[in-house]
């Protein structure tokens, strides 16, 4: 890559990801090629981890419901994408051979370790009704013993909201963790010099615009419950903070100081933004409520302190500066006390996001000539690379803290990947020519 060319990215990538300014300038993404990327494996939660071995047999099928095939068949195979893409089991059909569903890579349900002997089963029982088909579905142990039993009526959505129920239900069941099956992933689709807001199944289907404002519209933050999405837009001119409630057609202001509203992060433990505004000059963390109200700038420094990030409970943030000379991550109290430098490896470091265990932060740092994803404990300890080649960013958490979506740019254009931490497997989430950044997983 030419050199000017390389400082060029540099410029575009810290802007964009910390004030998105000169997107609106420039349009857009700047259009540099990145390298291919590479990921590696990180194993957060300790080594020796075991799938689980579970089965998917041929559904039973009542003549009520004979001429429900396509329904049924798309059930089979969003559960079955669920329990994979969820990266606690392996995957077997009736025959215990692995199954595939389409548009699932082979890497992600390899039979890389010797299947239970017993595997569990999900047994479904389909019925037509006079208002539409219904499934029975039974999650049985190795001895036929049930451990989940759900009964769904299948609605005009179809079926993939039912798997995606159940699927989390045995996630819980199996594991005692949350789910991710009925999450979204919220980002900007870029089409010219303007973006919407577009929302995403967590496995790819779904995919569909929330606004229309045919401006420059970026950094979506869901609100608690997907209630609403917040988001930085120059629908009317400027980079104002707006919010769209749940079934409304307008926007709802949020914040419109002179200058940026931008980065905003929603805690729902404390009921408040999080967000970077530059009325006063320079770029600087405040704290609002969902109408914008009760402000209360948070850092003081004549550094651009920008990408806030609430950790679980809301009692701290993570943040970036660089205040130190060259961007850095710092964390400091929710009421802007007790400042500290958490990253200290010298690289240009930007984006935290706090796992919602609490016991991670991911950001982007620049090495080599890439800007990778790295992840380290609250502390500063523990760090290593997730994502090394390429230029990724943005960051954001699924309500697992084994997932993180991310932008990155790979073959010409930028999409939004996932990637899971316990394997080091990677997928790509958004379809289509268009370019998606800033991508935000919703907790719900």
Excluded at 56 to 81: F, K, N, Q, Y
Excluded at 357 to 368: E, M, T
């Amino acid at each position: 890559m030419p050199r000017k060319r390389a400082q060029h990215r540099r410029h575009v990538t810290r802007r964009g990801l910390w004030l998105a300014a000169l997107l609106a300038a420039a349009g857009g993404p700047a259009a540099v090629a990145g390298a291919q990327s590479e990921t590696y494996s990180l194993e957060v939660r300790g080594a020796g981890f075991k799938r689980f071995s579970i089965q998917l047999p041929e559904a039973g099928v009542d003549a009520s419901a004979a001429g429900s095939g396509r329904d049924i068949a798309a059930a089979r195979e969003t559960l079955a994408r669920d329990l994979i893409y969820s990266g606690y089991f392996f995957v077997m059909d009736q025959n215990s051979s692995p199954y595939l569903p389409q548009g699932v890579s082979r890497a992600w349900n390899a039979a890389n370790e010797r299947p239970q002997e017993r595997p569990h089963r999900v047994e479904a029982s389909w019925k037509g009704a006079g208002s539409g088909l219904t499934v029975d579905l039974r999650l049985v142990d190795g001895a036929g013993q049930q451990i989940v039993g759900k009964r769904y009526q299948i609605g005009d959505a179809g079926p993939r909201p039912a798997m995606h129920h159940f699927a989390d239900q045995i996630v819980k069941a199996l594991t005692g963790e949350r789910g991710i099956a009925q999450t979204k992933i919220a980002f900007a689709r870029m089409s010219g010099r303007n973006s919407e807001i577009c929302s995403v199944d967590y496995d790819g289907f779904g995919d569909k615009a929330l606004t229309a404002q045919r401006a420059l519209t970026l950094s979506p933050c869901w609100g608690t419950g997907r209630q609403w999405i917040a988001f930085t837009s120059y629908a009317e001119g400027q980079p104002w903070l707006y919010r769209l409630d749940q079934g409304a057609q307008r926007l709802r202001p949020v914040s419109q100081s002179p200058g940026l509203n931008t980065t905003p992060d929603w805690s729902g433990a404390r009921a408040e933004f999080a967000l970077t505004l530059t009325r006063d000059g320079n770029a600087e963390i405040y704290r609002m409520d969902r109408d914008g109200r009760g402000a209360q700038r948070l850092t003081h420094h004549p550094a651009i302190d920008t990408s806030p990030a609430w950790s679980p409970g809301g009692q701290q943030i993570a943040f970036t500066s660089d205040r130190s000379g060259v961007p850095q991550i710092y964390v400091m109290d929710a009421d802007g006390g007790n400042v500290r430098r958490l990253t200290k490896h010298g690289l240009y470091s930007d984006s935290p996001a706090w796992s919602p265990d609490g016991q991670w932060i991911v950001y982007v740092s620049r090495a080599d000539g890439e800007f990778q994803l790295r992840v380290g404990k609250t502390d500063g300890t523990d760090e290593r690379v997730v994502v090394r080649d390429g230029q990724n960013d943005s960051p954001s958490w699924a309500n697992d803290s084994r997932h993180i979506a991310f932008a990155s740019r790979r073959g010409g254009g930028r999409a939004v990947y996932v990637v899971d931490l316990y394997s080091g497997l990677e997928r790509r989430l958004t379809s289509g020519s268009q370019e998606a950044i800033t991508p935000a997983w919703s907790m719900e």
